[in-house]
C-alpha cells in the first residue's frame, strides 16, 4: 500500500495573496480548496497542488524544504527571477558564494526558493519546478520512498532523491547535518491513501515505515496529523 502525494501545503499568515504569488510565478490557476482554503493547480505533469492555510505562528529561522525552479537559459532564469521579483519576492543570503550560478529568492513571506541555472543535469528532465529541495537524512529519503511508492533516483553519500513513476519534480535530501529546529515547519506534505483506501491502516503501515503520530492541536475526522523519522509534520488526509 503506498500513499498518494496531494499538495505541499504553507502555513501562511496571509494565504490568499501568497497562493497568488505563487500562482503568478508559476504560471498555474488559484482555486478553492475544502480543505486547504485556497490552492494553486498544476497544469503541467507536477502531480501535487500548493495549498495555502492561515497561521498565527510566525516564521523563524529558514525552512527545511524549498523549491528548485529550473531555467532554459541564462534570458529565462532571468526573466523567472524579474517575474518573482515584480511580484514581491526579495533576493536572501543563505549562504550562497557570488560564484554560485543559482539565485536565492524568498517569497513575500519569506520562504526561500531557488532559480537553478540553465544546464543543470540533476535537473534537466524535470519541469519548471525541478524539486523540491530537502533538508533531511537517508533514513528519511527511504521511508517516503517506501511511503508514496516513488522509487530512488539518487543515493549517494547520505544524499537521496526520489521521483514519481510518472514524472514531476524530484524530492530531495540533503543528509546530515540537519538545521535545528526554530518551531513547526512552513511546508509540509499532505498525502492519502488510493481511491477507497482505509485512513486507519495507511496510518498504521505509516507508523510501521518509522513515522509516529503527533497531537495536531485539534478534532479532525478526515486527518491525521504525524511526523517523518526526521521529524517533520504531515498529514494523511481521507480519500476522495
Known amino acids: 500500500m503506498t500513499c498518494r502525494l496531494i499538495a505541499i501545503r504553507f502555513a501562511a499568515s496571509r494565504p490568499l495573496p501568497l497562493a497568488e504569488f505563487w500562482s503568478g510565478v508559476l504560471g498555474w490557476e488559484t482555486a478553492d480548496d475544502p480543505r486547504d482554503g485556497v490552492a494553486v493547480l498544476p497544469g503541467d505533469d507536477t502531480g501535487f497542488r500548493i495549498g495555502f492555510v492561515p497561521s498565527r505562528e510566525r516564521k523563524a529561522g529558514q525552512n527545511r524544504m524549498h523549491f528548485d525552479l529550473t531555467s532554459t537559459s541564462l534570458e529565462d532564469q532571468q526573466r523567472t527571477v524579474a517575474r518573482a521579483l515584480e511580484l514581491g519576492a526579495r533576493h536572501i543570503d543563505v549562504g550562497q558564494s557570488p560564484q554560485d550560478a543559482h539565485v536565492v529568492l524568498a517569497d513575500p513571506e519569506g520562504n526561500e526558493f531557488c532559480v537553478i541555472e540553465p544546464g543543470n543535469g540533476f535537473l534537466a528532465d524535470c519541469g519548471f519546478i525541478g524539486a523540491l529541495s530537502c533538508d533531511g537524512s537517508q533514513e528519511v529519503g527511504y521511508f517516503w520512498s517506501e511511503a508514496l511508492g516513488w522509487p530512488l533516483v539518487w543515493d549517494q553519500d547520505q544524499e537521496t532523491a526520489i521521483r514519481s513513476p510518472h514524472g514531476g519534480p524530484k524530492i530531495t535530501w540533503g543528509g546530515p547535518p540537519l538545521m535545528p529546529r526554530t518551531g513547526g515547519n512552513r511546508l509540509h506534505f499532505d498525502i ?49
Do not use: I, K, Q
Not at 196 to 216: C, K, N, P
Open 192 to 240: 492519502a491513501p488510493p481511491a477507497h483506501g482505509d485512513l486507519r491502516a495507511e496510518v498504521g503501515h505509516l507508523l510501521s515505515l518509522g513515522a509516529v503520530r503527533v497531537e495536531s492541536g485539534t478534532s479532525e475526522d478526515d486527518r491525521v496529523a504525524m511526523a517523518d523519522p526526521d521529524g517533520n509534520e504531515f498529514c494523511v488526509l481521507t480519500p476522495r
